[in-house]
C-alpha cells in the first residue's frame, strides 16, 4: 500500500446541507430525552438506579396478587384498579419527588434554559415537552401495574367484561392523576432550582396535605359529618384522584367511612382538578417567560 | 451584503432605557460589539434573537425581521451565552447532540456534527467525559461548539473570552478568526476588552448606554502609523542594549524616543519613525554589528483606547441625562492597557 494513503487528511469545515426539521420535531426531540431521562435513560448509570428501584417497587405487588389469583383461583382480584395508585401513593410521591427536580430543575439550575430559547423552539413549547414527558413518565409508572393486574386476571380467567371495565377505569384515573401530580410537582420544581430542595418541596405537599386532610376527615368521621369528609377531599391532591374515581369511575372510597363525593360533589373535584393542571401549566409558563436569556 | 440591520431601535424598561434609537448595518465578518456593563449589548442579542420585542424601531437578521419570523433566524443563528450553561453530568456529545437535534437536526445528523464541530474547537478524547471535569477553557470550546453544531450563517458569542487565562483568550480568538475565514460564518462578538477585538474583528461597533458611539471597520480605527518598536538583548559588550542602540541609531541620523506609558519593560523599547524600507534594513544592520540579538521589530499600531480618547475629547459635554461617557471610556481605556499589557507582544503581526 502507498505511504500516502495512511495520510489523516484535515477536510476542513464542511457546511450542512440536510433538513433542518423545526420546531415541532425539536418539541419532539426533547419530550423523548426529557422521557427517557425520567427513567435515567440516556444518563449515568447512578441516575437510573432510583427510577428503576421505584418502577419495581410499583410493580412487585401487582405481580404478587396475580400470582396469589391464579394459584388460588379467586374470583376476584384482591384489589381494585382504581384502588392501586391510591394504596401506593408513598412510591409515586418519591418517584416524582426524585424525578420532576431532574426533569426541570436542572435546566433551571445550570442556566441550560438560554440554549433552548435560541433555538427554534419557544417557550411553550418547552414547557408542554416537559409536562408531557414526566406525566407520560408517570402515567408508565401508574399503568404498567395495572396492565399486569389486567393480564394476570385474564390468565385466572376472571370475568372479561368486569376486567375489562375496572381495567379502563383504572387506566382513566392514573391517567389523571399523572398530569395532576406531574403539574403539581413541576411547578414546585420550577421554583426550587436548588438541589435537594425541590425534592423536599414535592415531597412535603404531597404527603403533608394528604396526611392533614386525612387526619381532619378521621376527626369529622368521629363526629359523623359525612358531608365534611367528602368535601375535605379537594384540599389534597390523592383525595382529589380519589373523590373523583369514587363519583364516576365506580371505585369505592379510600375516605373514612367510604363516605366519597356525590356525583354533583365529584363534578366540583374534577373542575378544581382541571383548574389545578391548567393553573400548574399557566404558572410553567410565566416562570419560564422570566428565565430566558 | 447585511447581515445584521437595525433602525432607530428603542427598547425601553419601565426605569431604563436600555436601547435609543440604535441604527447601524452590520454586513459579514467578524463583528466587535464594544460596550461597558450595562451599555445594551445583551439586550441587543435578544432582540435580534426574536426573543424580546423592541419597544420602536425595526431589526432585521439575515434579511429577517425579528418582530415576525424569530424562529426561523433563531434555526439559522448560533448563540453562545456569557454564563455557564452546561450541566456537568453530561458528556460534551451527549450534550451538543441533543443541542443540535433542539436546533432541528435528524438524529444521524446530528451525531455527525457533533463528531465534527467539537474536532473543530479543539475537543477530542475528552468529549466522552462528563463536563463537570473540564477546565474553563474546555466548557468554553464546548459552549461555541452548540452554538456551531446546526451550521448557522451567524453566531452571536457572549464575552467568549471571559474567565480565560491569556493563552486560553488566545486560541479563543483564534478559534473565532476561523469560524469566519475557515467556517464562513459570520460573528458578532461582544467584549469589553477592546484590545482583544482589535486583534479578531473586521469592524468594531460601540454602544454606550444604548446608543451607538461609533460603528466603523477595525482598519480605520487603528491605522498603521510608521512608528516602529523595536526591542533588543543586553550583551556583555553593551550591558545596556537598548541604550547601545538609541545610541547607534542617533549616529545614523534617526530620531527616536522612549515607548512612554510606564508599562514593565517600556524601557527596553525603542521607538523611530519608520520613513521606508530602508529604515527596516538600517535598524537590522546596526542591531548586527552591535552584536545584539533583535527581540522583535513590529509596527506600532493606534489601539481602539485612543479612539475613546479622541472621541471625548471632540465630543466635549456629555449628553445630558446620561452617565458621562468619558469616566466610562476612560475605565475602558485602563482594561485595554491592562490587556495590552500583558499581550503586548502578540501585537506583531
Redesign the interface.
Known amino acids: 500500500m502507498p505511504a500516502d494513503s495512511t495520510q489523516i487528511h484535515n477536510i476542513g469545515y464542511r457546511h450542512y446541507e440536510g433538513p433542518r426539521l423545526g420546531r415541532a420535531y425539536a418539541t419532539r426531540s426533547l419530550f423523548s430525552q426529557s422521557l427517557r431521562g425520567a427513567y435515567g435513560l440516556g444518563r449515568s448509570a447512578k441516575s437510573k438506579v432510583l427510577p428503576m428501584i421505584l418502577f419495581g417497587v410499583m410493580c412487585a405487588p401487582a405481580l404478587i396478587m396475580v400470582a396469589v389469583a391464579v394459584a388460588t383461583k379467586a374470583n376476584d382480584l384482591p384489589i381494585d384498579y382504581t384502588r392501586y395508585a391510591i394504596v401506593l401513593q408513598a412510591v409515586i410521591s418519591l418517584y416524582l419527588a426524585a424525578q420532576a427536580p431532574q426533569t426541570v430543575s436542572r435546566d433551571l439550575r445550570f442556566q441550560t434554559v438560554p440554549l433552548y430559547f435560541s433555538r427554534p423552539i419557544e417557550r411553550v413549547d418547552y414547557v408542554r415537552a416537559k409536562f408531557a414527558a414526566l406525566s407520560s413518565a408517570l402515567f408508565i409508572l401508574t399503568a404498567v401495574p395495572l396492565v399486569v393486574l389486567y393480564v394476570g386476571a385474564l390468565l385466572a380467567k376472571l370475568d372479561f367484561a368486569d376486567q375489562t371495565k375496572g381495567f379502563a377505569q383504572g387506566l382513566v384515573s392514573v391517567a389523571l392523576l399523572s398530569v395532576l401530580f406531574s403539574g403539581i410537582a413541576l411547578v414546585i420544581s420550577a421554583v426550587t432550582p436548588r438541589r435537594g430542595f425541590g425534592i423536599a418541596a414535592v415531597i412535603a405537599v404531597l404527603t403533608i396535605s394528604y396526611g392533614a386532610v386525612s387526619t381532619v376527615q378521621a376527626i369529622a368521621h368521629e363526629q359523623g359529618s359525612s358531608e365534611a369528609i367528602s368535601w375535605l377531599g379537594l384540599f389534597s391532591p390523592i383525595t382529589l384522584i380519589d373523590g373523583i374515581q369514587t363519583a364516576f369511575l365506580g371505585a369505592t372510597s379510600a375516605f373514612p367511612g367510604k363516605e366519597g363525593p356525590s356525583a354533583g360533589a365529584g363534578a366540583v373535584y374534577v373542575l378544581v382538578v382541571l383548574a389545578l393542571i391548567a393553573g400548574s401549566y399557566a404558572a410553567l409558563l410565566r416562570r419560564y417567560r422570566k428565565a430566558g436569556l | 451584503m447585511t447581515v445584521i440591520a437595525t433602525e432607530s431601535l428603542s427598547k425601553r424598561y419601565p426605569r431604563v432605557t436600555a436601547l435609543d434609537r440604535l441604527s447601524m448595518d452590520i454586513g459579514p465578518g467578524v463583528t466587535g460589539l464594544v460596550g461597558a456593563n450595562g451599555a445594551g449589548k445583551?439586550t441587543l442579542?435578544?432582540i435580534l434573537?426574536g426573543?424580546?420585542p423592541a419597544t420602536e424601531g425595526r431589526a432585521a437578521v439575515l434579511g429577517l425581521d425579528v418582530a415576525t419570523s424569530g424562529?426561523e433566524i433563531?434555526?439559522r443563528?448560533?448563540?453562545m451565552?456569557e454564563?455557564?450553561?452546561?450541566?456537568?453530568?453530561?458528556s460534551a456529545t451527549?450534550f451538543v447532540v441533543?443541542?443540535a437535534?433542539?436546533?432541528?437536526?435528524?438524529p444521524a445528523?446530528a451525531r455527525e456534527?457533533t463528531a465534527?464541530t467539537l474536532r473543530?474547537v479543539g475537543l477530542y478524547e475528552e468529549r466522552y467525559r462528563?463536563i463537570g471535569g473540564y477546565s474553563t477553557g474546555m466548557k468554553q470550546r464546548v459552549k461555541l461548539a452548540?452554538a456551531l453544531v446546526?451550521?448557522p450563517q451567524l453566531v452571536f458569542l457572549d464575552e467568549p473570552t471571559n474567565g480565560l487565562d491569556p493563552v486560553g483568550r488566545d486560541e479563543m480568538l483564534g478559534l473565532i478568526r476561523r469560524v469566519h475565514t475557515?467556517?464562513?460564518i459570520s460573528v458578532l462578538v461582544t467584549s469589553h476588552l477592546l484590545g482583544e477585538l482589535e486583534r479578531t474583528c473586521d469592524h468594531v461597533v460601540v454602544i454606550d448606554g444604548g446608543k451607538l458611539l461609533r460603528s466603523s471597520s477595525t482598519t480605520d480605527f487603528t491605522q498603521t502609523t510608521t512608528t516602529l518598536a523595536v526591542e533588543v538583548t543586553d550583551s556583555d559588550e553593551h550591558p545596556d542594549g537598548t541604550g547601545a542602540l538609541r545610541k547607534a541609531l542617533q549616529g545614523r541620523g534617526v530620531a527616536t524616543q522612549d515607548d512612554g506609558g510606564g508599562l514593565p519593560g517600556a524601557g527596553h523599547t525603542v521607538l523611530l519613525e519608520a520613513e521606508g524600507e530602508e529604515t527596516y534594513d538600517l535598524v537590522r544592520d546596526v542591531v548586527a554589528d552591535l552584536g545584539l540579538g533583535l527581540v522583535r521589530m513590529e509596527q506600532r499600531r493606534h489601539h481602539i483606547a485612543e479612539v475613546f480618547r479622541s472621541n471625548d475629547e471632540q465630543q466635549g459635554e456629555p449628553a445630558p441625562g446620561h452617565e458621562a461617557p468619558s469616566e466610562r471610556a476612560a475605565a475602558w481605556a485602563a482594561t485595554a492597557a491592562a490587556a495590552e499589557q500583558t499581550g503586548g507582544a502578540r501585537d506583531a503581526r
Open positions: 445583551s442579542i435578544k434573537l426573543l424580546s424562529g433563531r434555526e443563528v448560533g448563540y451565552p454564563h455557564d450553561c452546561l450541566p456537568p453530568d453530561v451527549e441533543h443541542m437535534r433542539m436546533s432541528g437536526l435528524p445528523a456534527r465534527d473543530h462528563p452548540q446546526h451550521d475557515d467556517f464562513g
